[in-house]
């Protein structure tokens, strides 16, 4: 048994209180009339003192009361079930062939105990065969969590097997939440990577491209550990027109840019005013662009001071970078503090997809990804509350009877 709220406990020192003014009642004694002694002094009546077994009886029903109603209050959990269910497992596959080929001995060897098995669909569907995939083989981490959350209805405590393709993909939604313990069994699709993209847009022959350990960088050579596309997405300079109305704003731009190329040795073509027949590549303004300002579908816009823009204003274009305030110091902390290029290479790097998320991710990133929530119990614990709660209701008539009857 757990308790949801096991502060309430404390509030079990309340029993104090009602012993307290039993004593204190007690103490007080009554006056006994009796006729024969009515002549006798003063200092020589008697009173009746001490604690009579009803009495009594009244103090434990009285404290009892207030200990259930902080047991009530505390929210107990009491898991009804067995714990043999804690040692069964259930086993949720991904419908891939490249996951059930890889973990078949396990998958068969939890045929073999009779184990419950599913494929990961947006409704579990129970494995039958395994060498029979379903019709559905879509894999994403909505449908993921989709999953585990039907499964939640229907498991108690058995353990979750999980096994599915490790790919970057799985991080689009942030955590996926499984409702019970589960272990984690993944493959990496080395034989379908997407190709890293790169940009030859820099002096002597460099290129820019994202290495194995996810980092940005300029080199001759591209990284050996990682596969790449066979031509560059872009093989010229990168033009760019600053539009901004605030001159502080415009030179801030300015020199960030040209830190962001001098470190990642890029070639940057920069106008402050816009060029005829040019084409550009990115374009940094504080106003909405207007049509002739849009000049082709991959054209990067990074819009400032978006929070007096309407946004019905910013929807047709698709890769519009909206940012609420100004780009320059005293507007902003980020660009205060120097993470103004920096921030230009992440933006730089998902507007030209350099890091597709098709690669796997490390144990780290998988432990930090996965968490465990474990799902609600309402009806064990609805049922034991009314338990709880009927016997406060049955014991409060008898104290209330009893107090009556005795005028206690």
């Known amino acids: 048994m757990e308790l949801l709220n096991p502060l309430m406990l404390w509030a079990g020192l309340a029993i104090a209180i009602p012993i307290v003014l039993h004593f204190w009642h007690q103490k007080k004694g009554k006056v006994i009339e009796w006729a024969a002694t009515q002549w006798l002094i003063e200092k020589n009546l008697q009173q009746s003192r001490g604690i009579r077994l009803d009495n009594l009886l009244l103090l434990l029903l009285r404290c009892l009361l207030i200990l259930l109603l902080c047991f009530f209050l505390s929210k107990p959990l009491v898991n009804w079930v067995s714990n043999e269910s804690a040692n069964k497992k259930i086993h949720l596959v991904q419908p891939s062939s490249l996951v059930v080929n890889n973990f078949k001995f396990e998958i068969e060897e939890a045929q073999k105990k009779g184990e419950k098995l599913y494929w990961i669909q947006a409704n579990p569907i129970p494995i039958e065969d395994i060498s029979q995939l379903p019709t559905n083989k879509d894999f994403n981490p909505i449908i993921f969590q989709t999953c585990l959350n039907k499964m939640a209805t229907f498991t108690d405590k058995e353990n979750l097997e999980l096994y599915f ?12 939440f499984v409702p019970n313990p589960f272990s984690l069994h993944t493959i990496v699709d080395s034989l379908n990577k997407t190709p890293k993209p790169y940009l030859a847009i820099a002096h002597n022959n460099q290129k820019l491209f994202v290495n194995a350990t996810n980092q940005l960088i300029a080199n001759t050579e591209l990284d050996k550990n990682s596969k790449y596309a066979d031509k560059p997405i872009q093989n ?38 816009l060029v005829a027949n040019k084409k550009y590549d990115w374009l940094f303004s504080d106003r909405v662009p207007t049509e002739s300002m849009v000049f082709s579908a991959s054209t990067l816009y990074i819009l400032s001071n978006t929070n007096q823009i309407s946004g019905s204003q910013l929807t047709y274009q698709k890769n519009i970078v909206q940012i609420p305030f100004s780009l320059n110091p005293q507007s902003s902390e980020f660009v205060f503090n120097g993470e103004l290029p920096e921030w230009l290479g992440e933006v730089m790097i998902k507007h030209y997809q350099l890091n597709p998320a098709s690669y796997a991710l490390s144990q780290q990133q998988l432990n930090g990804l996965f968490k465990y929530a474990r799902h609600s119990q309402a009806p064990e614990e609805s049922e034991f509350s009314k338990l709880i709660l009927f016997a406060f209701i049955i014991i409060l008539g008898i104290e209330r009877t009893i107090a009556i009857r005795k005028n206690a």
């Open 236 to 273: 010229s300079s990168i033009n760019v027109l600053i539009l901004n109305t605030d001159k502080v704003e415009k030179q801030t731009i300015t020199a960030s840019l040209k830190a962001l190329a001098e470190v990642y040795q890029m070639d940057l073509s920069i106008d402050a005013e």
């Open 165 to 176: 393709i490790n790919q970057q993909s799985l991080v689009q939604t942030g955590n996926i």
